[in-house]
Each structure stands twice: as C-alpha cells, then as structure tokens.
C-alpha cells in the first residue's frame, strides 16, 4: 500500500507500508475478533522485511505501523504518561552511552506529517473498531503534542507538524472503544475498563454530551453485566471512573445510589470471615475507603462502615503470626481515631501489646562473630588516649564519635554488595510492639538509613568504647573527681547539677549502668539545652494550659535551626543517633515514657552516654549559661 501524503495543498513524500505488513492489519480488521494490541504488534514487527532490501518509503511505512502498536498506554489511575505528558508513553526508554542522553522507543520525535496523516487514513477506513480508536486516538493525542511549540515541549524539540488533525478523530475513537466493548473485542475485562475510561475522558474533551452519556450508559451496563456473572472481577473501577466526574456524566440520584450499592456490597461480601474463598479484608478496607469518600460528614454511616472493614482485619489478625498481626492491626488505629472510634482504637492497642512478645520472638537473630588480635586493639587505644589524662579524654570523645559523612560512605559500599538489602523498607518495633519508625531505600532515606546504620555501629562498636576507656583508666587511674574536674571545665555543665553528675559517674564507674543512665541522660539533655542558650537561642515556651513556662526537650533542641548552625554536624548527627531519633537508638525518648528495656541499660549503652558527656565536655562557644536550680513550689 502506498499513500501519497498532501500537506496543505503540497504533495509532501510518500510512504509505503510492505505488503507483508499490510495483510497482517488487514487480517485483524477483517476478522471482527478479540485484539490484542501487544500481539498485533509483535505481529507486525515479524512480518517486516529487512530493512536493507526495501526502499526508503516502505521504512518509513513499516516503522510507521510498528510505532502505533508499540506505543503504551498509562497503568492504574494515571491519565498520562512519562515523559511527554500525555496519554501515549514509550514501550521502553533508556540513555545512551554517555549516560545522560535519554531515549525512547518508540519516539514522537521520529513522527512527522506523513505517519500521522497515515494513522488518520487507518482510522477512516478500518473496519474492526479497535484498530480505528487506537489510529485515531494516536494521531490526536500525539498530532496535537507535535503540533505545539517546541519551546513548549523541551522533552521533543522537533519541528512542530502541520498536517490538519481532524475533529472526527475524537469521536471515532470514543465510538470505536465504546463498540470494542459493547461487542466483547476486548482482550479481557482489564482493557474492557480502560477502553471505557479512555471513551469518558475523550467525550468529556470536546464537550461531546451525547458521546458522554452513551459511555456512561455502557459503563453501568458492563458493571451490571460483571455483577450478574458472579465470581472475581475488578468491582473497584465503576468507582474510579465515575469519582470526580458525576457532574460531567451527567449524575442523578439513581446513578449515585447504585455506586454506594455496589461499594455496600463488595464491603459486605469480602468482610465475611466465614466465605473463606471470598473473604479479602484488605479488599473490604478499600470498599471502606471509597464509601467514605462518598459518604461526606456522615459520622455514623462512616463509622459503620470503618468498624465493619476493620472487623475483618481484627479477627483474621487472630489467626496470623504475631509480626503480620501487629502489621495488619497498627493500620487500623488512626482509622478508627479519624473516625472518632476511641474504644476501638484502645483494644487494637491492647491487641497489639499482647502480641508484642511473640512478634519478638519471631524475628531472627544474626550475628558474626569476628576477632581483633589484642596487640592491635592496644596498639589502637594507646594512640587514642594520648599522653595525659586530659588529652586522653578530649581524643576519645572525638574519636569514637560516629560521622554522618563516614557512616553514609559506608551505606554506599554495603549497597554496592546488597543492592537488594538497601532497597527494602525496614520497620522497626518498639518495646511494645508498636512500630516506632520506618526507614526506606539508601536512595530515598539516605538520612534514615545513616542513622539506623548509626545505631547498629553504637552495638558493634561498643567493646571498642569499652576497650579504650579502660585503657585509660589503666593507664591513668583517673577516679571521679578528675572526671568532674574534665567536665567542669566546659561551660554546658551548671554547677547546681553537679551533684547528680556526681551520682550518675560513680554509679558508672561501680557498673552500675541502670543507675548511670537514668541519672546521667537527663544531664546530657540540660547540657544540650544549656548549649543552645549560649548560641543565643531561646529554651523556654509557654504553657497555654497552666499559664507557666516549660523547657523545650531534647529533640527539639538538636532540630533547632542555631543548634544546627553553632555545633559540628557529627555532634548533632552523634547525640541525634543516640538520644532522640526513633530510627536509633532512642534512648532519652525510651526512659522518658518508662520503655526501655532492661537490656538496653546495660554497660555498653552506660558507656556511649559517659562518652557523650565528654563529648559535649571538650565544645566552647564563648559564654557560660547562668547557673540554674531546681525550682520549688509554695
């Protein structure tokens, strides 16, 4: 077949599709069957010729059908596509050698005058009505990208195009879709939905009512149809496709009412523990949602229908492990909280502390056991700690801090050798069950990644800590008053909480770590706080409620904008990991509200919170904070 291309009066050039190509179109449009686009692609590219045995047209004229069956539609609930923002996107996409130039297969920028005015003769004078929505659907949707700016399209700067886009391409698409389904040429009911959304969308385009109504009209009429025949089917999609657009299609009382019906009954039928082969919780909580986004500010119906999806949920969590309950039950509290359902909410939290232990026990423990000759560990200690005391101090408290910009290298080269590893989103539990955090993919949570990866080295590193410590209570026999002579020569230390100061390092050096930590935290969060009102920032806010005054707590104080400009980031990133980030180690927040463990007190954590001290023991910023007492009431 070849087709002389005219151009606003001009004839332009002419394009050639091989014979062989050309019987396989005409063998899917006569057959009047169910097509599938994928296949009538694969087809096509078969049954083309090489290309050094034909001629320059009938190149063109074979790229020409393979681009229009290889172009893609948009997934889900996207209506466009990366990377021209439009309907059709490319099969495959990629960048060349250099690695940054990108390229897509097919391309609209290797589309012209003549493959679209070719597409727009498929369209008129195909019969199967699929092949003409998808010739006339390509040559609007992309003739009208091509025909703008290319300023206006930085992704495709080729020249704009000029053929003439008819205005009957639009409504031969939505007729040609609308007959795909109503005459089951649909590949299968997934394609029967997105040839019905695509008919609404276009209709809606060009204000086409008629076209807008009979697609709507379908839509119902395929839904009923599914309902009818029973069994598995994606109930879902007359929601989606009517969402946002009632007044466009034209909505009345009875259209709505059969939607919240066939959302009522999806919720009921896949909420029904007892039907074992039906019954989908996770379903019946997307019934939930979507009821709930039609039902308005209607609290009971919304409540009603939230208890029934999260019913589903609660008794299969009986059932499962202690992990995946917890998973499936933490889901339901702000549910049931946005829902205004407190007593719900409070016995999935009962349910959830109960199942914390066995959760716990279901996790598996790893661990690699690895040795480091005692020369070389002394060898390392003895350079640390220097040649006196206060030297000694001073250099293990900047030694082993952890380094935010070390600890992300580190990130990087355990990817390099588990890429899949640093891909997966981990969760972590608390104490009771309940997950505290969740930390993403190195790429996109380098900062979470670094400081759970901050917490574990606190774990791997703390026999160094120890080691080295001890060194230097070996070689120097300091006691506890050439500890509080150190810290007292830092002006982050008020004198009215030296005697706690007293009482949290003499617990340390007696190993008594429960006591050290618990006496000891609180100082390291005063001094923080005592640090920041020396850069000049403000440490106190108003009570509302009591009319009083109140310190802001530790968190607040490593966030604060002059704590992050006045202190060195591996400080900030250290105490951070330590204290009071839930990807860490979380310890101030852990003793705050009474849920630390009793392994998390033990000596090693001892030690990092004694480290810590020194480290804020050897900062200057120029200004002593006023000396503070504890306040009394009358």
């Not at 009522?264 to 989908?280: G, K, M, P, W």
Request: glycine fraction near 6%; include cysteine.
């Amino acid at each position: 077949m070849i087709e002389t291309i005219a151009i606003r009066g001009q004839l332009r050039m002419s394009i050639a599709i091989p014979s062989s190509m050309e019987a396989v179109v005409q063998r899917a449009d006569v057959s009047n069957a169910v097509l599938d686009e994928l296949s009538l692609g694969t087809d096509l590219i078969k049954a083309a010729p090489d290309p050094k045995t034909i001629s320059k047209e009938e190149r063109r004229g074979a790229f020409s059908e393979i681009a229009a069956w290889r172009f893609m539609r948009p997934h889900g609930s996207v209506e466009k596509n990366e990377p021209w923002g439009i309907y059709w996107g490319p099969l495959g996409s990629g960048t060349l050698a250099d690695g940054k130039t990108p390229f897509y297969s097919p391309d609209v920028a290797e589309l012209a005058d003549d493959i679209l005015s070719h597409w727009i003769f498929r369209a008129g004078n195909a019969k199967h009505p699929l092949i003409r929505a998808r010739y006339a659907d390509l040559a609007w949707e992309i003739g009208r990208y091509l025909k703008r700016d290319p300023k206006d399209r930085p992704v495709c700067p080729s020249p704009a195009v000029t053929v003439d886009l008819p205005f009957t391409m639009v409504q031969t698409s939505v007729d040609g879709y609308l007959d795909s389904v109503e005459l089951g040429l649909a590949e299968d009911e997934y394609h029967a939905w997105v040839f019905i959304e695509r008919a609404i969308v276009l209709a809606i385009s060009i204000n086409d009512q008629s076209r807008t109504l009979k697609a709507k009209r379908l839509l119902f009429t395929y839904y009923r149809s599914l309902v009818a025949h029973g069994g598995q089917f994606m109930w879902w999609r007359l929601d989606d496709l009517t969402t946002g657009r009632e007044k466009l299609l034209s909505f009345d009382d009875a259209d709505t009412r059969e939607v919240l019906e066939g959302l009522e009954h999806a919720l009921t039928r896949y909420s029904d523990i007892s039907n074992r082969q039906v019954f989908d919780p996770h379903a019946a909580l997307r019934a939930a949602d979507r009821l709930i986004c039609r039902l308005g500010n209607n609290k009971a119906e919304i409540q009603r229908v939230t208890k029934i999806a999260g019913a589903a949920f609660e008794e299969i969590a009986k059932e499962a492990a202690g992990l995946l309950a917890i998973a499936w039950l933490e889901d339901l509290i702000p549910r049931y909280r946005a829902a205004g359902m407190l007593d719900d909410a409070a016995r999935v939290e009962r349910a959830i502390r109960d199942r914390a232990e066995q959760a716990r026990g279901e996790m598996k423990h790893i661990s690699v056991p690895f040795e480091v000759p005692k020369e070389e560990m002394e060898k390392w200690a003895d350079t640390v700690i220097g040649s006196n005391l206060h030297e000694g101090l001073g250099r293990i408290a900047w030694h082993c801090m952890a380094q935010e910009d070390k600890t992300k290298k580190s990130l990087r080269n355990m990817a390099d050798k588990a890429p899949l590893v640093s891909m997966l989103t981990a969760t972590i539990m608390g104490p009771d069950g309940f997950t505290e955090a969740k930390i993403h993919s190195v790429e996109e949570d380098s900062d979470g990644r670094a400081i759970h990866h901050s917490a574990d080295r606190f774990n791997w590193e703390a026999p160094f800590l120890y080691f080295v410590l001890n060194r230097a209570k070996v070689k120097y026999g300091f006691d506890l008053d050439q500890l509080i002579a150190f810290i007292n020569e830092a002006p982050f230390f008020a004198s009215a909480r030296e005697g706690l100061l007293r009482e949290g390092l003499a617990a340390w050096l007696a190993e008594d770590s429960v006591k050290a930590i618990h006496v000891l935290v609180p100082q390291v969060e005063a001094a923080c706080r005592d640090l920041l009102s020396a850069l000049g920032a403000p440490v106190m806010r108003h009570d509302p409620i009591t009319g009083g005054f109140e310190v802001i707590g530790m968190g607040a104080v490593l966030s604060h904008p002059a704590f992050r400009s006045g202190v060195h980031k591996d400080i900030r990133f250290h105490l951070r990991a330590l204290y009071c980030d839930p990807r860490g180690i979380n310890l101030r927040n852990h003793l705050a509200h009474g849920l630390a463990h009793v392994g998390l007190l033990g000596m090693g954590v001892a030690n990092w919170v004694v480290h810590s001290i020194l480290l804020l023991a050897i900062l200057r910023v120029g200004q002593r904070p006023v000396p503070t007492s504890d306040s009394g009431s009358m």
